[in-house]
Structures are given as structure tokens and as C-alpha cells.
């Protein structure tokens, strides 16, 4: 299968283009989802996380309290390293059998730290969402309700602007002055790419 890798920062539109593929009938896997699934409960990474972490970690459902994880690991740097390596592994190996099971010629990966993580060797080609900070920041804020400082703090633990341009194979920028349309009319042609080269894969 030729795999796609889409990525950008945090508020660049990722879900909004992944979205333009799937109208023209891509696959697309989100590495989100794949995050959340591996951690469901009845999973092994669930009793591994509820033994390191304690059963607190747990809401009263038994399914797993992701902000209470996330405030665990965000100040404690070996807890977060454990974690890291019991679901990386988990996650990368779940996406690659999605992207396998995937009809169509060719299928897209969504991963918001595709760069930062490493994980470009599962991809055929990468696709970057391009914005600037300030349209980062705005749209987050607005998005998930949270404060500029928090969303600067994100950003910051991202690969810069500039360092996604230059790993990236295709670009698509998604500003608040590019239209739907314009936005759309690059999806296609792009579209028409990706054809082309999973035909010669």
C-alpha cells in the first residue's frame, strides 16, 4: 500500500484536509484514534497503565482518565517515557495493519507528530498542513477552550514551522486567506499525484 503521511502542528486544519481525500474515496487512519483504541478497556496497555500508574488513573467506567494521565506524565518525565514505550509500539503496529486493510490505491496516515517522533519511514511521501503561529494559536484557542500559554507550551514541544517545510514532500497551505475552494482545488491535484505514484509503487 502507498501510505501518505499527513501532518502539521497543533490548529494547522489536518482533520479538514484528511477530510477533502476521504470525499474523493482515500482511507484515511488517524493516529489519534489508533492512540485511543490501543488504551480501551479489555486491552493489555490498559492493565499496564492502571498497574504503573495506579487504579486512580481510571475513571469509575474502567475506561482510562486521559487528563489525569496526562497531568501524571506531563510532570514526570520517566512516567512519561514508560508510557511512551509501552504505546508507541502498540500504535505504530495498529496503523500499519489499518493502512494494509486499506481499500483504494493508495490510503492516508494522519499523524500530528509524524516528524517529532520519527516516523516517516512508514510513509511513502509526506504531506505537511502549513499555517502560521499566530493562526495556530487562535484557532486552538477557540477549538479545544484553552489558553494561549497552554497552546504556546504545545507548539513549543513541536518541530518549527520551518523544520516541517523542509521534510516535507508536499505542502498545502491552509491560512485564513486561502478559500475552501483554493484549499479543495489543491486536495485534487494532489489527489492526481499520489494516483500517479502509487500506480509506479
Not at 84 to 100: D, E, G, S, T
Not at 122 to 131: F, G, K, N, P, S
Not at 147 to 173: F, G, N, P, W, Y
Request: charged share 20%; net charge neutral; proline share 3%.
Amino acid at each position: 500500500m502507498f501510505i501518505v503521511g499527513l501532518t502539521g502542528g497543533i490548529g494547522s486544519g489536518k482533520s479538514t484536509v484528511a477530510q477533502h481525500f476521504i470525499e474523493l474515496g482515500i482511507t484515511c487512519i488517524d493516529a489519534d484514534l489508533t492512540a485511543r483504541e490501543v488504551v480501551q478497556p479489555g486491552e493489555p496497555a490498559l492493565d499496564a497503565i492502571s498497574q504503573y500508574f495506579g487504579t486512580t488513573i481510571l475513571l469509575a467506567d474502567g475506561s482510562l482518565d486521559r487528563r489525569k494521565l496526562r497531568e501524571d506524565i506531563f510532570a514526570n518525565p520517566s512516567a512519561r517515557a514508560w508510557l511512551n514505550k509501552l504505546l508507541h509500539p502498540l500504535i505504530r503496529q495498529r496503523m500499519l495493519q489499518q493502512c494494509q486493510q486499506a481499500n483504494g490505491p493508495y490510503c492516508i496516515l494522519m499523524v500530528p507528530l509524524l516528524f517529532e517522533n520519527n516516523l516517516q519511514s512508514l510513509v511513502q511521501r509526506t504531506l505537511v498542513i502549513d499555517v502560521d503561529e499566530a493562526t495556530q494559536i487562535r484557532r486552538t484557542m477557540q477549538r479545544d477552550k484553552t489558553t494561549e500559554e497552554q497552546v504556546k507550551a504545545i507548539i513549543a514541544t513541536q518541530c518549527s514551522r520551518q523544520q516541517r517545510l523542509i521534510l516535507a514532500d508536499d505542502v498545502i497551505l491552509n491560512t485564513d486567506d486561502v478559500t475552501p475552494e483554493q484549499r479543495q482545488n489543491r486536495v485534487i491535484s494532489l489527489h492526481q499525484t499520489y494516483l500517479l505514484l502509487a500506480s509506479q509503487h
